[in-house]
């Protein structure tokens, strides 16, 4: 079910506001930010956590691109940009809480909105959201990962190249066939400030080696394990569901 956690928050530059939610699951994060004055509405940073466990630690700019490349939506101006987050589903345990951290960047940010996706039935799939600002870096359990510029500037003309090794195979693509890769599957006229390096079906230890050019952060998606207790949880909340599910005949 959607739920809010807050709407219409200003804030000075440099600080943030936390938006807490109780719930037994978590599913999506949406957030919206409004900056009619300074247009950088895009400049903040975003930190989930599950009580003590981060879940999300990222720039917007990230975010952006993963939310266009797989979630196939957002919007990004100067003034205004809009994106969700796809958590999978987490599991939450021993009263944690969800809480939601948005920062603002260099300058203050009129409006920000942030709602959720909570309490889903499904199944345990819990990823979490990294960027990377070092060159070289491994990563556990990666589903995806997107290359771009911490100021959301085009790409498409960085020849670099980004080695990238797992327990099955390696490549070095450059940064220009990552953002062929992003322009072929995104809804957005924004294709050139975003690139994909990773669309994994399973989970792979990877690790990451580039030297940064135009492009300069990675972001990730990786798969989190679960604990028996959340999986025991999450089929219970799916067995309600199912008895009290209109049947159709």
């Keep these: 079910m959607l739920v809010t956690l807050g709407n219409n928050t200003p804030l000075t530059a440099g600080n943030s506001t936390v938006a807490p939610y109780a719930c037994k699951s978590l599913q999506k994060v949406f957030i919206k930010v409004d900056d009619t004055s300074g247009q950088t509405a895009y400049d903040h940073t975003v930190t989930i956590t599950l009580g003590q ?16 490349a797989f979630q196939s939506g957002s919007a990004q101006t100067g003034s205004s940009c809009q994106y ?7 599991e939450l345990l021993d009263n944690e ?7 603002a960047g260099i300058n203050s940010l009129d409006a920000v909105d942030i709602s959720a996706e909570v309490d889903a ?15 070289t870096f491994t990563a556990d359990g990666v589903l995806s990962a997107i290359c771009y510029k911490s100021d959301a500037g085009a790409i ?23 953002t062929n890769w ?19 079906n399973v989970p792979l230890n990877t690790s990451f080696n580039y030297s940064q050019g135009t492009a300069n952060r990675i972001i990730v998606g990786s798969l989190m394990s679960t604990t028996r207790r959340q999986v025991r949880q999450a089929q219970a909340d799916k067995s309600v569901a199912r008895q009290f599910a209109q049947v159709s005949r």
């Design 53 to 68: 466990r981060v879940i999300c630690q990222s720039s917007a700019v990230g975010l952006l691109g993963m939310s266009t």
């Design 84 to 90: 969700g987050i796809n958590l999978g589903s987490h």
């Design 97 to 103: 809480n969800v809480y939601v951290t948005v920062r």
């Design 121 to 135: 039935p499904c199944e345990p799939f819990p990823i979490r959201y990294t960027e990377y600002a070092d060159s």
């Design 156 to 178: 498409d003309e960085d020849g670099t190249n980004v080695e990238m090794r797992n327990q099955v195979n390696s490549s070095s693509p450059t940064v220009i066939s990552a």
């Design 182 to 200: 992003f322009s072929a599957i995104s809804p957005t006229s924004a294709e050139a400030s975003w690139g994909v390096l990773q669309q994994n």
